[in-house]
């Protein structure tokens, strides 16, 4: 006897098995025997095999005379071979963790565990990426007495990330099914409900190779075969069977919620590069199996898993892929819109097909998700591609965007390009004009391409060139994924620049991921011999490492150079000694999101004052918006590093890098973006308990101020204090706050919220940044009154506009649209704050700007004892704030509905608290900041 026996069932693998081997004899824990299943390989696998047994006694080797066409009999093979206490199943293409058997062991022992589960890793070494298998099930370790307590658990159905007790399988009768794929799904269900005792530990026990350019894929990722669907629905359809042997039916529901959520949108996902003969296929065979899983699946599934079930089941293709676009894709993938979405009395719906039962009205409402109230381009509309026809050496190509719920208007001026972007390196592309036309509710483009002349591929290194369309809407630029909705055979000639070796025409396919794609292809007789020879090459043995190393060195170099600390690292080493041009200014907002605020307002005046200087914007995503008479850079970017490197003047109110060094020829304005409610900086308990190296690190940032604007002596005494501000007070005001002071023009505003010539009473909601449990930002903003109950309330004479944080967004119904408006796509919320006859808000800074214009303010605070004790203020809102503060919605409606009256109440309150924290607001603030540092004129 052995304490645990690893069995390695190997197949056409003599490259990978030794490195499995190895893994499991290199354990930590001595007391391992290998029991190597060779499933009648063809290739020099079993001499491998022989051999690695004849080098190490602990090794023996089964040879099978028949393949069996799966896992399951090998691993049998090996479970009735194997001496040991415990098993452990291992694939010829994998590897164990040094301590995985240590681990599992001792979990094992400690516990009297049946079964012990550890953390298995994705690895993929052509990408030299790694990442958790669901990490939420191996947080913490655990000891269950029945996998009910646990049903997490049945997310991870591997066989090859545990050990198993060899007499607990032997009294259960627990073998792998033979013959079908997926057996481990089968097999890991009879065991979690079997075992009497189960532990799980947090180690990493497995590493799951995952290679995606092998010659053969592993079974898993042969989802382009109908069989390896078929045979997970027959896998499906016996545990089923067991579950109901076990009287399980609570442990059915979560199966077919995990169905909905991760397997079959596997499946969906890859359906657009299928041809129709696969897509008929695999719906009938889903729509025979959807029939069998439980209809309250589709509640507690994720929103658009749901919706992808629902479609499959009816039979609706396009329904079901344009929910799994927007799923989105790994860890980097992005989600993109490619349903229009209808509107149905007052509700969003994903299609407006399937509307005609309750149960399809109820799964395809998209309402809360809250993507109408997207701005355009975070909704990531997509495209397709619905011609492509070849004349000569030249292709013709066209297709059509969704343009959701006609966002995009008639009258919006339409630009575009067609590029061909380098798959395997980001940043390579080339592009020819397109033309953009409205047509049917969505947008059409057409593009023509002479591919040898306009499309230069290096060759060998990228031979994989995807299609996107850059989009001009207006001020709104989209990059637009294009799909294919049907494979497209179609190929024409180009010309590499290295040489015709690599290929010499592109040929129209479509990768797993739907896109249209290209890929370099060669005809002639030598190219094909050569892309042949390097294909071989690179695919097995010492050939394959030696590419997969050169791709990973490429990779890295290229992502040392675009990475952040590199470009960081440059800045303070480099750019910081090139010639500093005094005229030259950067202005940010909001860490380059808004083209909004103090900055904007300075830049603005500036432009009025004929200054010369020339002005440089950044943006964080997109430059919408942002002023085009002023350069513009992209955060982050090396252009954005090199502006700041040799910029006179630094303005912005938040903060720039806070690792850039800012030269002392240059000039750094800090605006800030609001006075202190809050206690901020060194007053902030969170920074007050944080390392000595942290506050450090807060204060050198500081200290990079040169002038630092305030608006009142409250300013000075708590926000610049708490901050620790030694830079030079600016007691000029805000220049966002001159509009409020001296009068600003919103009709323009009005018109485009529809609020022209409505009489009704304009109350703006403004909360302040809310974060979530995490502390980072709640992308949904929960809100704390119903919107449904101010409409029936107060719809008749007040229209609410809701301006959530600009890291927080809202949903409102589009049922509720005539009276209330979601204007969080409003960047310059002083515009907000002139149109609005009263302001809701909690803790958010605007009450201090709101009070300039004497209108009344209404605090709804709910958590204000909690807020207070969490996070500290400077002042006592109940006694001193410029409104009522309120907890009960009741309260606030109330408060609402006589707002004539709380302007009578609190008239002097109102006074005392502008004298108070708004003294230097006098309308003059952006042309003292411009007088004093750019015109020269200083006592103007």
């Not at 199943?89 to 164990?96: A, M, V």
Request: hydrophobic share 40%; glycine share 8%.
């Amino acid at each position: 006897m052995t304490d645990v026996s690893v069995i390695v069932i190997v197949y056409n693998d003599a490259d990978r098995l030794p490195a499995a081997v190895r893994s499991a004899l290199g354990q930590s824990h001595r007391d391992v025997e290998v029991v190597i299943v060779n499933d009648a390989s063809t290739d020099g696998t079993a001499a491998v095999a022989d051999e690695l047994a004849m080098a190490e006694d602990r090794v023996r080797v089964i040879h099978r005379a028949e393949n069996s066409g799966g896992c399951g009999q090998p691993r049998n093979d090996g479970i009735a071979a194997a001496r040991g206490t415990y098993l452990m199943f291992l694939d010829s293409d994998d590897t164990l963790d040094r301590h995985a058997c240590r681990n599992l062991v001792a979990a094992a022992e400690e516990h009297e565990a049946e079964l012990v589960s550890g953390c298995c890793w994705r690895v993929y070494p052509d990408k030299d990426e790694e990442r958790v298998w669901y990490r939420g099930v191996y947080r913490e370790r655990g000891v269950y007495a029945s996998v009910r307590e646990y049903p997490e658990l049945l997310y991870d159905t591997l066989s090859t990330n545990k050990l198993y007790r060899r007499d607990f399988l032997d009294r259960e009768g627990l073998r792998f099914v033979e013959r079908l794929h997926y057996e481990d799904l089968l097999f890991s269900t009879q065991a979690y409900l079997a075992a009497r005792k189960i532990a799980i530990i947090p180690h990493r026990v497995y590493n799951w190779m995952i290679y995606e350019k092998a010659e053969t894929l592993s079974i898993t990722n042969q989802r382009a075969e109908l069989r390896n669907f078929s045979d997970r629905l027959e896998i499906f359809r016996r545990i089923d069977a067991v579950y109901a042997r076990y009287g399980a039916d609570d442990l059915k529901l979560s199966k077919d919620v995990k169905f909905l959520n991760h397997d079959l949108l596997l499946y969906v996902r890859g359906l657009r590069s299928r041809d129709d003969d696969y897509r008929e296929a695999f719906l009938a065979l889903a729509r025979e199996y959807m029939a069998t899983i439980d209809p309250r699946a589709y509640d507690e599934a994720h929103e658009l898993q749901a919706i992808i079930g629902f479609m499959v089941a009816q039979g609706d293709y396009e329904g079901a892929v344009s929910a799994a676009d927007y799923v989105g894709k790994g860890k980097t993938g992005k989600p993109r819109l490619t349903a229009p979405l209808v509107e149905r009395d007052g509700r969003i719906y994903w299609s407006g097909d399937h509307l005609d039962t309750e149960q399809g009205r109820r799964i395809l409402d998209v309402t809360e998700l809250g993507i109408h109230s997207l701005p355009l381009k975070s909704l990531n509309p997509g495209g397709s591609v619905t011609e492509m026809v070849r004349d000569g050496r030249v292709l013709r190509l066209a297709g059509d965007v969704v343009n959701p719920l006609d966002r995009i208007g008639a009258g919006v001026p339409l630009s575009a390009r067609l590029e061909f972007r380098d798959r395997s390196r980001t940043g390579r592309f080339f592009a020819v004009p397109a033309e953009v036309t409205h047509a049917d509710g969505r947008l059409r483009w057409t593009a023509e391409v002479l591919p040898g002349r306009d499309v230069r591929p290096l060759g060998f290194l990228d031979q994989s060139w995807g299609l996107r369309l850059r989009l001009e809407a207006g001020d709104e630029e989209l990059f637009i994924r294009l799909f294919a909705n049907q494979p497209m055979e179609m190929s024409v000639p180009v010309r590499p620049r290295l040489t015709r070796l690599a290929g010499d025409h592109f040929e129209a396919y479509i990768p797993e991921n739907g896109e249209m794609a290209f890929r370099l292809v060669a005809y002639g007789w030598a190219g094909r011999v050569t892309l042949a020879t390097l294909r071989r090459f690179a695919a097995t043995g010492r050939g394959r490492r030696w590419w997969t190393a050169l791709l990973r060195a490429e990779r890295r170099w290229r992502d040392v150079f675009t990475r952040r600390k590199t470009k960081i690292a440059v800045y303070n080493r480099l750019f910081v000694r090139l010639p500093i041009r005094r005229d030259t200014i950067v202005f940010e907002s909001h860490l380059g999101k808004q083209y909004s605020d103090n900055p904007k307002y300075i830049y603005e005046e500036l432009r009025r004052s004929g200054g010369k200087h020339t002005a440089i914007w950044s943006y964080a995503k997109s430059p919408a918006g942002f002023p085009k008479d002023a350069r513009l850079v992209r955060r982050g970017s090396w252009q954005y590093y090199l502006a700041l490197a040799r910029a006179g003047y630094w303005v912005d109110n938040q903060g720039f890098p806070q690792d850039a060094a800012k030269r002392p020829q240059t000039t750094y304005i800090q605006t800030w973006h609001g006075s202190a409610y809050k206690r901020m900086g060194f007053d902030d308990p969170e920074l007050k308990r944080g390392s000595k190296a942290r506050r450090s690190r807060f204060q050198r940032t500081i200290d990079r101020y040169d002038a630092f604007l305030i608006r009142s002596e409250h300013d000075a005494r708590t926000l610049a204090k708490g901050l620790g501000v030694r830079a030079e007070l600016i007691r000029s005001g805000y220049p966002r706050n001159d509009a409020l002071v001296n009068g600003g023009d919103t009709a323009k505003l009005a018109e485009q919220l529809k609020l022209t010539g409505d009489e009704r009473t304009v109350v703006l909601y403004a909360p302040t940044f809310r974060a979530g449990a995490n502390g980072k930002a709640q992308k949904k903003f929960e809100m704390p009154f119903d919107l449904e109950e101010f409409a029936e309330e107060l719809g008749e004479t007040h229209v609410l506009l809701v301006r959530p944080h600009y890291l927080n967004t809202a949903v409102v119904p589009p049922s509720l649209r005539g009276v209330v408006r979601d204007v969080g796509a409003v960047h310059d919320v002083t515009s907000l704050l002139l149109l609005s006859d009263a302001l809701v808000t909690d803790y958010s800074s605007l009450m201090f700007d709101y009070a300039l214009l004497d209108r009344p303010t209404v605090f709804f605070a709910p958590d204000l004892e909690d807020y207070v004790r969490s996070r500290g203020t400077y002042f006592d809102l109940r006694k001193e704030g410029p409104g009522p503060v309120l907890s009960e919605p009741d309260e606030l409606f109330a408060a609402l509905a006589d707002l004539p009256g709380l302007t009578t109440r609190y008239a002097k309150k109102r006074r005392e608290f502008l004298e108070k924290y708004g003294e230097y607001d006098r309308g003059t603030a952006a042309k003292q900041v411009v007088d004093r540092f750019f015109t020269g004129d200083s006592n103007a």
